[in-house]
């Protein structure tokens, strides 16, 4: 990203560009490109026949221009992009994009920073891409989280709801995350749900996977469209999946080999980490065949379990980490579901043995056969 | 007075006590199959083997089973005799109902000597399979929710999905979890009371079961 081209900076929305140009110029062979489009329409979850398709739309791409928005986050997500696996093409994938608006990134400040995001927002109307890092809070009107004396919730508004389409970049901005984590002290939600006109489309993850990032955008540019979504507004291409279904620990769990503690034979041998609270059963995620930092591994490679960082309120549903199961509200941290049930199976057993015996003891109350009706 | 005549009553008929021990049999199998789900430990030696596979094959295929009996026994309410029916589940919604279920718990709790005995179910006993009917109810949809979900987008997803808008998807878990536990608690429960009716109102409630007759009073 960051370096752009003089060119984009008065013209208008949409302009041709020498990808071949720009590809020569940095450097990167018509080779290293194609392995670019190649590992791009695996992403998608395309036949690999669509790679040529993909180069010929991105050797005659319109450029769109983009606008990155940070409300309430880590810039996590920020960091990931920047630190893509594939930087020489992805970089310059994204150099085809406009960024006419990014905080961490962009040389502009102040002032003149916001009058650039306000003339794309009044200039391209319908046209531009948004994407919103960080989370919305909406309680007390939204005072928050203000940029430039605006809260964050009115620039969502008028920026996500003028925009083509918003992307989410990780699990805040999607759906609130970790500032919307009981007891959310600051109203936070996801960009749907402060800004619910706008068309969204959902990368959760924390962070989100760039590559995912790339796809999505490459995906718009190919098809001229968004791609498909589950319930949740995620893309079904990186999110239709479940990483318990894909995971590389898998054959481990079927066939019942489990990691018991931390560092155990079991943990040493890579296997399945299900009983220290692995949270890949109820998780979707292409982590499993995507992977993070070019690919070369993701948490449950690294050895430890899933935490479900892209699904809805995962901090307040997908705890304890390290526990399969949620806590019984109202009992203690240490009391599982287990130990509450046998509770509860032996105190009927006793209730019932000790109303035995006093039945037992009684006598008079004997009938000789039921009534008939 | 002359005693009157005890005369062998058929009162349950086939589909209800097919079903009765078919979900008997069911709930077992998936008891244990489900502890094991739940609290899984290393038995296997080698990465080929399959146990872990084999026990939630088990539990599938016998949730089917459970679920086509539930489903079947629902049909019966309204098909079969007035015993099977679905009013004998809901005693406290008509006046007789509610004086024999105050009866029922008179007995129970010790307070009056006279033993419910009707033909059929007593009032309480009904009430508490209709808590029961509905624990198996859950226990389906929160089941099937959880089956479907390595095929996202399929049909059961899409007809079990609503859960998961309603519900956190842990909390799908543990609901199938914990119901285990309550539903075991009502087989301790079912068993003592069935013992002590077969003591009591010597009717013959335990063999009924099997043979679907009952002793029952003629009417003078
Ligand atoms: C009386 C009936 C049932 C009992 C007692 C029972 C018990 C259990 C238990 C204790 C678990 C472990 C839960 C956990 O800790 O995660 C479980 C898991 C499960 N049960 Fe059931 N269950 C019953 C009926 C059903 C039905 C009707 C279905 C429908 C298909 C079903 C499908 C499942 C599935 C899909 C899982 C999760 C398996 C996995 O994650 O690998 N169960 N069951
Ligand atoms: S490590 Fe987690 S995702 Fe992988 S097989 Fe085990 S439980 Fe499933």
Redesign the interface.
């Known amino acids: 990203m960051g370096k752009k081209g003089d060119e984009n900076r008065n013209g208008p929305a949409q302009q041709h560009l020498d990808l071949s140009r720009m590809l020569a110029e940095r450097g990167v062979t018509r080779r290293d490109f194609m392995k670019f489009c190649t590992a791009m329409s695996a992403a998608l979850a395309l036949p690999v026949t669509f790679a040529p398709k993909i180069a010929r739309a991105l050797d005659e791409v319109q450029r769109p221009t983009l606008v990155w928005l940070e409300f309430q986050d880590c810039a996590g997500n920020t960091e990931a992009l920047l630190r893509a696996a594939n930087p020489t093409v992805a970089e310059i994938v994204l150099d085809i994009l406009s960024v006419d608006y990014h905080e961490t990134i962009m040389a502009a400040a102040g002032h003149q920073a916001e009058e650039a995001l306000a003339k794309v927002v009044r200039e391209q109307k319908g046209k531009y891409i948004a994407v919103v890092e960080g989370s919305i809070p909406l309680k007390d009107g939204g005072v928050y989280c203000c940029v430039g004396g605006r809260t964050a919730v009115d620039i969502a508004r008028e920026v996500c709801g003028n925009a083509f389409a918003t992307i989410t970049a990780g699990t805040c901005a999607a759906y609130g995350g970790i500032p919307a984590a009981a007891p959310n002290p600051t109203g936070a939600v996801g960009v749907k749900a402060a800004v619910p006109g706008a068309t969204v489309i959902n990368l959760p993850g924390c962070p989100l996977n760039a590559d995912n990032l790339t796809a999505t955008i490459v995906h718009f540019l190919v098809f001229g469209k968004l791609p498909a979504t ?2 949740h507004g995620r893309p ?1 291409f990186a999110y ?3 990483i ?2 894909n995971c590389e620990r898998r ?8 990691v ?1 503690k931390w560092g155990d034979t ?1 943990h040493r041998k890579g ?1 399945c980490l ?2 220290m609270g692995c ?1 890949g ?2 998780t ?1 995620h292409n982590c499993p065949s995507q992977k993070y930092n070019d690919k070369t591994g993701w948490p449950i490679g690294a050895g430890h379990g899933c935490v479900g960082c892209s ?1 809805p ?1 995962f901090w ?3 705890t304890p980490f390290y526990r ?3 806590q ?1 509200p109202g009992f203690g941290i240490e009391t599982t ?2 130990k ?3 509770g ?2 032996s105190a ?2 006793l209730a ?1 043995a000790a ?2 015996v ?3 003891f ?1 006598h ?10 | 007075m002359a005693k009157p005549c005890l005369y062998e009553k058929y009162i349950w008929e086939v589909p209800v006590r097919v079903s009765h021990w078919l979900n008997f049999f069911s709930i077992i199998i998936l008891s244990v199959t489900g502890i094991f789900i739940g609290a899984a430990r290393t038995v296997a030696l080698e990465p080929s083997q399959f146990v872990m596979g084999w026990v939630r094959f088990v539990h599938f295929v016998t949730a089917y089973v459970f679920s086509v009996s539930v489903l079947a026994r629902i049909y019966w309410m309204f098909m079969g005799n007035k015993y099977a029916g679905w009013r004998e589940f809901l005693p406290f919604l008509y006046r007789d109902g509610r004086r024999d279920m105050l009866e029922a718990l008179k007995y129970y709790t010790f307070i009056g000597r006279k033993v419910p005995n009707p033909a059929g179910h007593n009032a309480m006993a009904g009430t508490a399979y209709l808590a029961v009917f509905l624990l198996y109810l859950v226990m389906m949809a929160t089941g099937f929710a959880l089956y479907a979900e390595h095929a996202t987008g399929s049909f059961l997803h899409r007809l079990t999905g609503w859960q998961f808008v309603l519900f956190s998807n842990q909390g799908i878990r543990l609901t199938h979890h914990l119901v285990m536990w309550l539903l075991i608690g009502f087989a301790i429960h079912h068993i003592y009371s069935a013992w002590l009716m077969d003591v009591k109102e010597r009717g013959g409630v335990m063999s009924s079961i099997f043979s679907g007759y009952k002793a029952v009073k003629a009417k003078e």
Do not use: C, N
Not at chain 1, 251 to 258: I, K, S, V
Not at chain 1, 364 to 373: I, L, P, Q, T, V
């Open positions: 589950d319930s079904l239709g999946k479940r318990h279904d054959p481990h769990f079927d066939a019942g080999q489990y018991e079991g296997h299900y009983r949270k059963p109820e979707w699904e309120q307040d549903t997908m399969r199961l949620p019984v579901a287990d509450i049930g046998l509860l199976a009927t057993a019932f109303h035995g006093i039945s037992a009684r008079g109350d004997e009938s000789e056969g039921a009534k008939e009706d």
